[in-house]
């Protein structure tokens, strides 16, 4: 089993920027893809971005290519989301989240979650 909780959510304005932490306990986290949803009121969760478990490998939704990053270091068994030029849309509670398969972009094709971070971005 692995145990998430990201960190580093906040209130921000308009094209400021944040990064988000992920830590991991569970000696497999190494071995798992990692991604990052986010949710806003009303909406679904929307995948945002994953990286491979050695971290060589990423993929990212669209709407935030260019803006986000996905990184991860396995030693500290942390994955990250750094997410600049920040617009109000990106207001959403966002989530880090265990898949067994690179390429997954499905939120039920994810199995360990954790309780996820408010970020709030003003205009």
């Known amino acids: 089993q692995v145990l998430l909780v990201e960190s580093g959510g906040g209130l921000v304005q308009a094209g400021d920027s944040l990064r988000l932490s992920c830590a991991a306990s569970g000696r497999t986290f190494s071995t798992y893809t990692m991604g990052w949803f986010r949710q806003a009121p009303g909406k679904e969760r929307e995948f945002l971005a994953a990286?491979?478990?050695?971290?060589?490998?990423?993929y990212y939704a669209d709407s935030v290519k260019g803006r986000f990053t996905i990184s991860r270091d396995n030693g500290k068994n942390t994955v990250f989301l750094q997410m600049n030029s920040l617009k109000p849309e990106d207001t959403a509670v966002y989530y880090c989240a265990v898949t067994n398969r690179y390429g997954n972009q499905r939120y039920r094709e994810y199995f360990y979650w954790g309780q996820g971070t408010q970020v709030t971005v003003s205009s």
């Open positions: 990286i491979s478990w050695t971290g060589d490998s990423t």
